[in-house]
């Protein structure tokens, strides 16, 4: 469950509320950090990963908008303001330097329980396009793009860069016949010339390390004197 395993930061100087809204969430399954100052807020940040982070704006060291831009440089996590300041240029600012969602005290609690959900659900749905966008799945074979690796059967096939780029080209265009000299452009960056040696070479490896002559769910198909293609039953 998404409740169980998210993990909150609460950046507030009031420990009375920061104390009430960590045991609010604790009973919704969420784990907590608290800091009572940007400071401390900055070295929890660097330690862990957070998955929605809540900030007051008042923070005795240091303004919370602008914990809230430094924050967002090394997390993507959704941002909550919640504080006592109801001014709009404070909500243009909070929004303009990453912030999510802003709620001004005193707030009811189950409005309070209901964003941080809705932020957190929507973190997630986020997450998974992305994974969704990163990874290429053919059968037995997955290619994770982040990572740059491809797997066979969940094994590492030690691809090299070259090799790497190679496949994802042609795994990109299935069923599309790629030329040599398309190949060569994108993954080398040059045209050609009379380099072809060196595409087929790179297939070569390529079939071999993917064991692709006993795999029977995707195959790359030399189409002689023009260049190659991927195709897999998917």
């Known amino acids: 469950m998404l409740e169980q395993k998210s993990l909150i930061l609460i950046v507030e100087d009031d420990e009375e509320m920061a104390h009430l809204n960590e045991r609010l969430l ?6 907590v950090l608290l800091a009572l100052t940007a400071a401390e807020a900055r070295l929890l940040a660097e330690k862990n990963n957070f998955d929605l982070m809540i900030l007051d704006i008042g923070l005795p060291d240091e303004d919370g908008i602008t914990l809230c831009g430094d924050l967002r ?6 941002i909550l303001f919640l504080t006592g300041r109801n001014e709009a240029e404070d909500k243009i600012a909070g929004l303009d330097k990453g912030g999510d969602y802003y709620l001004t005290k005193p707030y009811d609690r189950s409005v309070f329980m209901a964003v941080v959900q809705s932020l957190l659900r929507r973190a997630e749905r986020n997450k998974k396009r992305i994974d969704e966008l990163s990874e290429i799945t053919r059968g037995s074979l997955t290619i994770k793009i982040r990572d740059k690796k491809a797997l066979i059967n969940g094994r590492d ?3 090299t860069s070259k090799e ?3 496949l994802l080209l042609l795994v990109q265009n299935e069923d599309k016949e790629i030329s040599n000299e398309q190949i060569y452009k994108t993954v080398w960056g040059t045209e050609m010339n009379n380099d072809a040696n060196a595409v087929r070479l790179q297939i070569s490896r390529l079939k071999k390390k993917l064991d ?6 995707f195959a790359i198909y030399t189409e002689y004197g023009f260049g190659y293609i991927f195709v897999s039953n998917k």
Do not use: C
């Not at 604790?26 to 784990?31: D, L, P, S």
């Not at 692709?212 to 769910?217: G, I, Q």
């Open 212 to 217: 692709e002559s006993n795999a029977e769910d």
């Open 157 to 159: 096939a030690e691809l």
């Open 73 to 78: 440089k090394v997390s993507d996590a959704p």
């Open 164 to 166: 790497f780029a190679v």
């Open 26 to 31: 604790n009973r919704k399954g969420y784990h």
